[in-house]
C-alpha cells in the first residue's frame, strides 16, 4: 500500500516562540543549539511546510531511522522539535497546519507489526503529543487542513495490500471520527492532500489508479457529504493530484502531474473558477524519461501562487519552484548549485506563503554517495535561498 504520492516523499510507505520552544528544550534536558546548519540540514526528509506568519513555521517529515521529525521556524532561526514516534516499525509526519503559536496539528502514519496506522499528533505551545485516531485496516494520513479549532480534516488511505480506498477522518474539537468518502473502482485509490475553505467548502485530491492508467481524484465537502467533482486528466499516463490549496470557493489550484506518451511525467496545475476544473499550461523542464512532478502548491490570492516539485535530470533530481502571476505559470531559478550536486539530487514536496514576499518550500537532497538530508528553501520576494 502506498500512502505517500511519490517514493520522494518519504522512505515509508502538508508552532511555538522561541522562548517557548527554549524552556521546552531545557525541560526536557536538551543539549544546547546546534548551529543552524546542522539544523536545517539533518539526516531525513521533509514533506510537508505550514507557515503560520514571519515569525511561526513548522516542517515536517522523518528521520533517517525512521523517525518522526518537526523543525520550528521563530523567525530568526529553526530549531528541531521532538514529537512521539511511535511504530515498532518507524512512524513518519506528512502533512502539517497551525491555528495559532499554541495549536498546531500534523498527522501521518506509524508502522506497527499488524501494518500501517494513522497518526496525528497536536502542539500546545508547549510539546506535541499523539491524539488517538481512527484507522481503517493498513492505512496512514498524508495531509491536513483546518476551519477552526474544533473544524480540522485529514486525508489518506486506508484499506488492503490488494484495495486501497480514500480515508477522511474530522476534528471535532473533542475527538477524530470517520467521516464516509467515495472510493472509485481503481486498486489504488488514495487522497495525498486537503484545503478548508469553511465548515461547508473543503476538498481533497489524490489519485484513482486502475490496472490501466492512474486518473486525478477531486472530491469536494459541502457541509453534508463528501462528493467526486469531475476533473481534467490530461497525461496519456498516470495522472495524479499531490496538493490543493484554495482561495476562496471561486478561486484555488490543485497540483500533480501526467504521464506523457514517452513513459515520463509532465507537471499538471489544475484551476476552480467556482464552477469547474480546468488545466492551466505549466513549465516542463524535465527530461523526456523522466519529466516533471509537482508536489504541492499554495496560494495568497488569484494572481500569487506557488508550487513546488522536482525534475529528472542526467545525474538525478532537480528541486522545480514555479510561480502564478495572474496570468501564466512560470520558472522561477533555485538556489544555485543545486543541492545535492551533479550526482546526487534534491526534491520539494511542501510550500506555503506566509507573505508575498515570505515563502518557504521544504524536501530533501541526495550527495553523490546517496545519504538523504532535510532541505529548506526561502523566498523573500526577490529570490530562493537555502536556510
Known sequence: MSIAPSPRKLKILGWAAASICASASLMAGAAPPAPQAAITSLA???????????????AVGQTRTTKTLALHWNGTS????????????????????????ASAWAVGSANTSSGSKTLAL?????????????????????????VSATDIWAVGSGGTLSRETTLVLHWDGRSWTRVPSPTPPGQVVALFAVSAVSATDVWAVGRDLTSTIGKALVLHWDGKAWTQVPSPNPGVGDNQLA???????????????GGDSRGGNLPLALRWDGKAWTQVPSPDPGLRNGGS??????ALTGSDAWASGFFSTKGGEGTLLLHWNGTSWTRVPAPSPSPGGPSGGSFLNGVDMA?????WSAGGTFDSAGRERTLLLHWNGTAWTRF
Open 243 to 257: 496538493g490543493v490549496d484554495m482561495t476562496s470557493g471561486t478561486d484555488g489550484w490543485t497540483a500533480g502531474w
Open 122 to 146: 497536536h502542539w500546545n505551545g508547549r510539546r506535541w503529543a499523539r491524539v488517538p485516531t481512527p484507522s481503517a485496516g493498513i492505512s496512514g494520513l498524508s495531509g491536513v487542513s483546518a
Open 293 to 298: 512532478q509537482l508536489m504541492a502548491v499554495s
Open 78 to 101: 529553526w530549531a528541531r522539535v521532538p514529537t512521539p514516534a511511535p511504530g515498532a516499525f518507524g512512524s513518519l509526519l506528512s502533512g502539517v497546519t497551525e491555528l495559532s503559536p
Open 44 to 58: 531525513g526528509s521533509l514533506a510537508a511546510v505550514s507557515a503560520g506568519s514571519a515569525t511561526d513555521a513548522w
Open 355 to 359: 507573505a508575498t514576499a515570505d515563502v
